[in-house]
């Protein structure tokens, strides 16, 4: 997918629009929490920086449904990103409008902007064109850097670039595109797919189009009680699914016919009640007590499973595989976190849970590519093509 990059045009002298995302959690006295997004964006906005650019940003923060919220501007991530640039990032007063448009006309040659949350304009999730132009009517060329919100149709992810002649990607979604797209095109193989999470329904898509391209599934967390049911196990009070144990049925089915190694737990750790403190156990699947739930994979699953990670040459994860967040039912998923590291494999790592299970144990920075998108990572694995991918120039 040969998308064309922001270096690969000449910006010097150009007002870009450059759409980021920095939804990101804002804590106490409404400072950033976690700028691992902010972060992310650096490289694209360095670059433009330095090349001699005007920048203008823009984001959407939270759901504020067309309404001005104080609690969601984006000003104290104009003072987050003033201090990880070491310059001055001018907080505008909205995303469009006269004010908006005296701003960028006074901007010099390598200053920031950054825009008003996109999202207090309901016209952004709609993707009205009016609001769209507006947007374009503020820059030259459009950036796009929001791997996150790819997957929307929205006028600045999508209806924007319609009306600028050039629309290019950022590094991070280059960087995302690479791996999520051509990486598993032709992985290097035995090529492991790792998938949790609490709903098989949330994964569907992605294990139907990974069937194809995997030599091996590893299912955990709470999506594996529903496969278990399939198989005919009582699974206690453990979270299913009912409806689609058909479905798993189905792709249990469909993983013989084509001769994918589809591995579910061989035992579990289960609790009496789904506290942090609650009595708890290991048990053989075959065994979970009525009234117990499970929380997390067991011992002889660890090992089962650490032995495929072991000979692969490409692994992607997504989703924990137990509740990770309680100290009690954390190891299974620390035991295959520390796995994926040690096989030496291309690892990629998306979905917001595992990415924090991954930090907690600071294993972070030894995986290969850890994924910005949430939603946008999962339609990836599905085979999908996104909105916001699909009107940049090729």
Not at 111 to 121: A, D, I, M
Not at 139 to 158: K, L, N, P
Not at 234 to 244: A, I, N, Q, T, Y
Not at 310 to 318: D, E, F, L, P
């Amino acid at each position: 997918m040969a998308i064309k990059c922001i270096d690969e045009i000449e910006i010097a002298g150009k007002r870009l629009f450059i759409r980021v995302d920095f939804n990101v959690p804002l804590g106490d006295g409404n400072q950033v929490k976690d700028a691992t997004k902010i972060v992310a964006a650096l490289p694209t906005i360095r670059y433009a920086v330095e090349k001699g650019a005007t920048v203008i940003l823009a984001s959407h923060l939270g759901r504020p449904k067309g309404t001005v919220m104080p609690e969601l501007s984006l000003a104290p991530i104009a003072r987050r990103l003033s201090e990880l640039l070491g310059k001055e990032v001018v907080m505008a007063p909205d995303c469009v409008g006269e004010a908006v448009r005296s701003l960028v006309t006074k901007m010099k040659q390598g200053e920031v902007l950054l825009l008003e949350n996109l999202r207090f304009h309901a016209e952004e999730t709609d993707n009205d064109q009016g609001f769209s132009k507006q947007l374009a009517g503020l820059a030259d060329i459009y950036v796009s850097d929001a791997f996150g919100a790819a997957h929307r149709a929205h006028a600045s992810t999508e209806g924007i670039a319609h009306h600028l002649e050039v629309a290019v990607c950022g590094f991070l979604m280059k960087k995302e595109i690479e791996y999520l797209v051509n990486v598993l095109a032709s992985p290097k193989r035995p090529f492991v797919a790792i998938l949790g999470g609490a709903k098989v329904s949330d994964k569907i898509g992605v294990v139907k189009n990974l069937m194809g391209k995997v030599d091996t599934i590893l299912i955990g967390g709470g999506m594996a009680y529903t496969f278990l049911r399939a198989r005919g196990y009582e699974v206690g009070r453990s979270l299913v699914e009912d409806d689609k144990v058909p479905l798993a049925k189905g792709i249990l089915k469909e993983a013989q016919e084509r001769q994918v190694d589809l591995r579910l737990p061989l035992d579990l750790v289960v609790a009496k009640d789904f506290t942090p403190d609650a009595e708890h156990k290991v048990v053989a699947i075959q065994e979970i007590p009525a009234g117990w739930t499970a929380m997390g994979i067991g011992p002889k699953t660890v090992e089962a499973f650490a032995a495929v990670i072991k000979g692969a040459r490409t692994i992607v994860w997504n989703g924990p595989l137990g509740v990770f967040e309680m100290e009690a039912f954390a190891k299974g998923n620390e035991e295959v976190a520390k796995a994926v590291v040690a096989s030496g494999a291309l690892s990629i790592v998306g979905g917001g849970d595992s990415i924090a299970a991954l930090n907690a144990l600071g294993l972070a920075d030894k995986i290969t590519h850890i994924s910005t998108g949430g939603g946008a990572t999962l339609e990836l694995l599905e085979g999908k093509t996104l909105p916001g991918v699909a009107v940049l120039d090729r």
